[in-house]
């Protein structure tokens, strides 16, 4: 949370600051640390997120390694490292943090026990890696293997994201055209079809009746449609909530079996990655349970507690579900190996690039389709609207 501090120079001048800090005691430690004397500390009302450090939230993990391991490489301790960062630093929300950190360090804490203390902007994922790397003194090697994970999922989600973009943009349009024609243009044809005293076709009889409806009674379909959306607002968070959509997609044929895959992958990669670190078997599975779905999690348990009781790792996953063909056979050749930090992030590497072929697949072929879909429904429209004058036109000839 933030801090205003009433703060008094060694010159006796007066300054105002605020300070992104844990508590007061915090506050006046980094007001100190300044080389100033706090006179007063008061608490920021109306913190965003629910009480997170607003400032702080801003923190990138992904560029704070990035740049944590350039320095490292050139040969800077890490307390070094982190004055350096916090000399080039702007941000005053970052250099909050990173005059945390410092402060943690130098009073003999453990790197990783200093992020643990803000696990709010550092994930378990990174805790447990740093914890890792500080047995065998070889952290930028750990911060690399974080950093090409990050990248990776990055890539994927970036991916899944970019694919769903331009249809999105296609249904907007799509629903904002035909929107625009059934409450607007079609009852001004209503109203001029409405004497013509002619027999219209039965389609076109349907969509101006419509539009009569529409045109007189359009501020209670208004209220009719911005009720009918909180409900639908309301009710899908309750079935987000649920865990519903995820059921839901697992469902569909064709769709659920890659969700699935997807999510394999992103475990397989996880694991792998704090096996590599350096971590057991089971401290790393309690690690992943916090950051898969509910289905996975419940698999994960089933099986760590498999190993626990001497079975080894492909048999537990094969037992509870998860593993694919491919991915059992190169978890028993990892444990034949002796590698199954390395079997587990080949089995996400190989199914990253089954996705991502299969997403290609899927925009080539979805978007053609929504596009006719559109184009049908609003030419549809335009058609039933234009027979009319279509059959007066061909009478008066």
Known sequence: MQFDVRALSPDHLISQLTIDAIDEADARRQVEARGLFAAKVTAVNGALFGGKRSGASRLSVVLFSQELLALLNAGLSIVEALEALLEKEANEGTRSTLTRLLGGLREGKRFSGVLAEQSDLFPPLYIGIVKA??????????????????????????????????????????????????????????????????????????????????????????????????????????????????????????????????????????????????????PAMETVQGMVSATIRQGLQLAKESIQSGIPLSTAFEDNHLTTPISLRMLRVGERSGEMGKMLTQSAAFYDGEITRWIDRFTRTFEPLLMAAIGIIVGGIVVLLYMPIFDLAGSMS
């Open 133 to 282: 790397a500080e047995g065998t003194s070889d952290l930028p090697r750990s911060l690399t293997r974080y950093i090409d994970y990050q990248q990776r999922i990055d890539a994927v989600r970036g991916k899944i994201v970019s694919a769903a973009i331009y249809p999105m943009i296609l249904m907007l349009v799509g629903g904002g055209v035909s929107g625009f024609l059934i409450g607007y243009v079609v009852p001004r044809f209503a109203e001029v079809y409405q004497g013509a005293g002619r027999n219209l076709p039965w389609l076109s009889q349907v969509l101006l009746e419509w539009g009569q409806f529409a045109g007189t009674h359009t501020m209670a379909l208004l209220v009719g449609i911005a009720v009918t959306l909180s409900v639908l607002i309301i009710g899908g968070r309750h079935f987000l909530s649920n865990g519903g959509m995820a059921r839901l997609i697992n469902r569909l044929p064709g769709i659920g079996e890659r969700v699935r895959i997807y999510e394999l992958s992103r475990l397989y990669l996880t694991m792998g990655m704090l096996l590599e670190g350096g971590i057991p078997i089971v």
